[in-house]
C-alpha cells in the first residue's frame, strides 16, 4: 500500500571534475542542513517543549471539552485560552503541569460553560509559543443528525498514521459544521503501549503535521487493545500474543499470571472521566466507559484480561458484563453502538467468547452496530439472524494482511488503510469507508 505522498526525484547530472562534485556536495550538506532546522522549527516551535499534543478527550458534556499536552521539562509558563463561535478570547488561564518528574509535564484542563453544538477556538501556550486549535460543542440529545469518524491499530507506522488522517481531515473540512465532532479509536494506539518512547515516535508523533492537526481538532474516544499491554521487554508484558505471520493470531491475549504490576500509559494519556471504574481502584481489564452524543450511545468494551475457552459464561460472570446490561438498558438514545478490540466476527481471526456472551445482550437492547479493530484489514460482517452489523476497522497504520475469504456473515473486504464516517439522519445510519486517497471502498451502506 503506497502512503499517501509524492516521492520528488531529481536529477543534476555529473561531472567528473572533482573540485565541481565538491562544490555539489557541500551545497547539499547545507541545504539539507537549512531544510532540516526549518523542518524542526516548525514541528515543534517551543524548541522541544511541547512533547504531545495539544489534544482533545470529550468529556460527555454538551457544554466542555478537555484539552491536555506533555512537555519535555516544566516550562516557564502554560496556559490556555478559548474563543466561542462569535465571542471574544477570554483572559489566559494558567495550567498546573501533574508532576515534573521523567515523562511527566502532563497538563490538562477543562474549558466548561460552552454553548452547545458550536465552534470553539483555543489556544495552547507553552513559554508564549502559541499552538492554536478549534472543536466543536456536542449537540444535545434532541438532535436527530450527527456525523463522526472511526478508525483503528495506529501503530507501527505513523507516516501512515498521517496519510490516513490526512484523507479524514480533507472529508471533514468539506463540512466542518457538521463533521468536525470526535473520532472511535478501536485500539492499538502503539506498538509497545507500555513504554512512553512509542507514544512519543508514533501516535504523538509531532513530525507529521496532519496528525498533530488532527488531534487539535477532534477528540478521541478509544478502547484499550493488547498493544496497549506490551513492552519492548517482553518480561514486562501484561498478556499474551506477539504471534507472528501473515495471517492475525487465531487466539487472542490472556493475562500472564503474575504479570509485572505497572503504570498502563493508556490510562495516562486518555483519562476519560466517563470511565465506570475510578483511577485509584482500577485494574487491567476497567477501562469501560459509555458516552452519549446528540442522538448517539456508545457503550466501550475492555477486552483484556480474559480467559480465551469456550468452558463457562467467564464474560458474563465479570462485573463488566452486569454494567453494560444495566448501560445498555438505560439508554433511551435512538442509536447504540458497541467498540471493543478483538472482532466477534471478521474476516479473521475473531473472540469467540464475546460471540457467545455478548452478542445476546447487544441483541436484547437495540444495539445495531460493533466497531472492532485488531485485523489489520477492513472488513463488514452482517448477522443475518439479528441483523447486528460488525465492522472490522483496523487499518490507520499497522501493517496490513490479507483478509480471508469464507468466514461467517462477511459482505465485504478489502486490504487497504482506511477510515470510516458514520452519518446519522433520524432512525438510519449510514457507513462510508474510505481509504487514502479519499476513495470509496464499497458504497454507503445503511444500518
Known amino acids: 500500500m503506497k502512503n499517501k505522498e509524492i516521492n520528488m526525484y531529481h536529477s543534476a547530472g555529473s561531472s567528473n571534475h572533482p573540485l565541481q562534485s565538491y562544490r555539489i556536495a557541500i551545497i547539499?550538506?547545507?541545504?539539507?542542513?537549512?531544510?532540516?532546522?526549518?523542518?524542526?522549527?516548525?514541528?515543534?516551535?517551543?524548541?522541544?517543549?511541547?512533547?504531545?499534543?495539544?489534544?482533545?478527550?470529550?468529556?460527555?458534556?454538551?457544554?466542555?471539552?478537555?484539552?491536555?499536552?506533555?512537555?519535555?521539562?516544566?516550562?516557564?509558563?502554560?496556559?490556555i485560552s478559548w474563543k466561542p463561535e462569535s465571542g471574544s478570547w477570554n483572559v489566559p488561564v494558567t495550567v498546573s503541569q501533574s508532576g515534573s518528574g521523567q515523562d511527566e509535564h502532563l497538563f490538562s484542563y477543562t474549558i466548561t460553560?460552552?454553548?452547545v453544538n458550536k465552534s470553539v477556538s483555543y489556544k495552547v501556550s507553552v513559554n508564549s509559543i502559541n499552538y492554536e486549535g478549534s472543536f466543536r460543542t456536542a449537540p444535545d440529545s434532541s438532535a436527530t443528525s450527527l456525523s463522526f469518524y472511526a478508525y483503528g491499530d495506529t501503530r507501527t507506522y505513523p507516516n501512515t498514521m498521517n496519510s490516513v488522517l490526512d484523507a479524514l481531515l480533507d472529508d471533514m473540512n468539506t463540512n466542518p459544521g457538521s463533521r468536525q465532532t470526535f473520532c472511535l479509536h478501536g485500539g492499538d494506539f502503539t506498538a509497545d503501549g507500555l513504554d512512553e518512547s512509542y507514544w512519543d515516535s508514533q501516535f504523538f508523533n509531532p513530525n507529521y503535521a496532519r496528525t498533530s492537526e488532527f488531534l487539535k481538532k477532534m477528540?478521541?474516544?478509544?478502547?484499550?487493545?493488547?498493544?496497549?499491554?506490551?513492552?519492548?521487554?517482553?518480561?514486562?508484558?501484561?498478556?499474551?500474543?506477539?504471534?507472528?505471520?501473515?495471517?492475525?493470531?487465531?487466539?487472542?491475549?490472556?493475562?500472564?499470571?503474575?504479570?509485572?504490576?505497572?503504570?498502563?500509559?493508556?490510562?495516562?494519556?486518555?483519562?476519560?472521566?466517563?470511565?465506570?471504574?475510578?483511577?485509584?481502584?482500577?485494574?487491567?481489564?476497567?477501562?469501560?466507559?459509555?458516552?452519549?452524543?446528540?442522538?448517539?450511545?456508545?457503550?466501550?468494551?475492555?477486552?483484556?484480561?480474559?480467559?480465551?475457552?469456550?468452558?463457562?459464561?467467564?464474560?458474563?460472570?465479570?462485573?463488566?458484563y452486569q454494567w453494560l446490561k444495566l448501560d445498555l438498558a438505560s439508554s433511551t438514545a435512538p442509536h447504540k453502538i458497541v467498540m471493543v478490540h478483538p472482532p466477534t466476527y471478521s474476516a479473521g481471526s475473531v473472540e469467540y467468547n464475546f460471540r457467545k456472551d455478548y452478542e445476546p445482550l447487544l441483541q436484547t437492547n437495540g444495539v445495531k452496530l460493533v466497531i472492532t479493530g485488531h485485523n489489520h484489514f477492513y472488513a463488514r460482517n452482517v448477522n443475518t439472524t439479528?441483523?447486528?452489523?460488525?465492522?472490522?476497522?483496523?487499518?490507520?497504520?499497522?501493517?496490513?494482511v490479507d483478509p480471508d475469504d469464507d468466514t461467517l456473515y462477511l459482505v465485504n473486504k478489502s486490504e487497504n488503510y482506511h477510515f470510516a464516517r458514520i452519518d446519522i439522519s433520524g432512525p438510519t445510519m449510514t457507513v462510508s469507508v474510505y481509504d487514502i486517497f479519499n476513495k470509496l471502498i464499497e458504497p454507503p451502506f445503511s444500518i
Open 113 to 115: 460553560g460552552l454553548p
Open 28 to 79: 547539499v550538506l547545507l541545504a539539507s542542513i537549512i531544510l532540516f532546522g526549518t523542518f524542526v522549527s516548525a514541528a515543534d516551535p517551543s524548541g522541544g517543549i511541547m512533547r504531545k499534543g495539544p489534544y482533545l478527550i470529550y468529556p460527555n458534556t454538551t457544554t466542555s471539552m478537555t484539552v491536555m499536552w506533555q512537555t519535555t521539562t516544566t516550562p516557564g509558563s502554560a496556559t
Open 386 to 400: 439479528n441483523g447486528i452489523t460488525f465492522l472490522t476497522l483496523g487499518g490507520g497504520g499497522a501493517p496490513l
Open 219 to 320: 477528540p478521541v474516544m478509544g478502547a484499550m487493545g493488547n498493544h496497549e499491554l506490551y513492552s519492548s521487554d517482553k518480561n514486562k508484558d501484561i498478556v499474551t500474543g506477539r504471534k507472528s505471520g501473515k495471517k492475525p493470531a487465531t487466539t487472542h491475549d490472556n493475562l500472564i499470571p503474575n504479570a509485572p504490576t505497572q503504570h498502563i500509559l493508556f490510562y495516562k494519556y486518555f483519562p476519560y472521566p466517563e470511565y465506570v471504574i475510578p483511577a485509584s481502584t482500577r485494574y487491567i481489564s476497567d477501562a469501560y466507559y459509555s458516552f452519549d452524543y446528540g442522538p448517539v450511545h456508545i457503550a466501550v468494551i475492555d477486552a483484556y484480561p480474559y480467559h480465551n475457552t469456550d468452558a463457562g459464561n467467564y464474560l458474563k460472570r465479570y462485573s463488566q
